[in-house]
């Protein structure tokens, strides 16, 4: 009855090490997908992170453009005003020519000028409408460009100002 006795708690101990066993497996797996899970998420943390500091970088000049649209607008201003207060007209041509560089560095690094031309239909996303006038063309056309507008890299500085059709 012994050897009986002793036997049955051989098979007691053995179902316990087979559940003990089971229990650490079901432990290591649990542990090796929140592992798993970790890591995935820290991969995605990583691409979020370079997407926002690339916008972050493309964006860092944002305020300086906006300083250097109003000196491109004085270049415009004087471009339109001609040589009507008397001075040299080659220091005109010299600073129309400053003017024309800068606008090139600007479009270099991401700055373009919004198109608003007569008879385009206006784009409240582009444009900016200041006044509406009579004129021959269908309503809500651009009749007159008042003043330039600018996008850097897809974002609008400054609407084009202009006039329209009524």
Same mark, same amino acid.
């Not at 542990?31 to 964006?59: H, P, S, T």
């Not at 020519?97 to 784009?123: C, P, S, T, W, Y």
């Given at each position: 009855?012994?050897?009986?006795?002793?036997?049955?708690?051989?098979?007691?101990?053995?179902?316990?090490?087979?559940?003990?066993? #089971?229990?650490?497996? #079901?432990?290591?797996?649990?542990?090796?997908?929140?592992? &798993?899970?970790?890591?995935?998420?820290?991969?995605?943390?990583? !691409?979020?992170?370079? !997407?926002?500091?690339?916008?972050?970088?493309?964006?860092?000049?944002?305020?300086?453009?906006?300083?250097?649209?109003?000196?491109?607008?004085?270049?415009?201003?004087?471009?339109?005003?001609?040589?009507?207060?008397?001075?040299?007209?080659?220091?005109?041509?010299?600073?129309?020519?400053?003017?024309? #560089?800068?606008?090139?560095?600007?479009? &270099?690094?991401?700055?373009?000028?919004?198109?608003?031309?007569?008879?385009? #239909?206006?784009?409240?996303?582009?444009?900016?409408?200041?006044?509406?006038?009579?004129?021959?063309?269908?309503?809500?056309?651009?009749?007159?460009?008042?003043?330039?507008?600018?996008?850097?890299?897809?974002?609008?500085?400054?609407?084009?100002?202009?006039?329209?059709?009524?």
């Amino acid at each position: 009855m012994n050897d009986y006795k002793e036997k049955n708690n051989m098979g007691d101990a053995q179902d316990d090490s087979q559940t003990d066993l #089971q229990k650490c497996e #079901q432990a290591r797996d649990e542990n090796l997908n929140g592992w &798993k899970r970790a890591k995935a998420d820290l991969i995605n943390y990583q !691409k979020d992170e370079v !997407k926002r500091l690339e916008e972050m970088a493309k964006f860092s000049n944002w305020d300086l453009i906006r300083e250097l649209v109003a000196v491109l607008d004085s270049f415009a201003a004087m471009e339109a005003s001609g040589n009507n207060d008397g001075g040299d007209a080659s220091d005109l041509k010299g600073l129309l020519m400053i003017g024309r #560089q800068l606008e090139d560095v600007l479009k &270099k690094r991401g700055l373009e000028r919004i198109k608003a031309e007569v008879g385009q #239909q206006l784009d409240t996303s582009l444009h900016e409408a200041v006044e509406e006038m009579a004129a021959n063309g269908p309503p809500g056309s651009i009749v007159e460009e008042v003043g330039r507008g600018y996008v850097f890299n897809g974002r609008v500085v400054r609407p084009a100002r202009v006039k329209i059709n009524k």
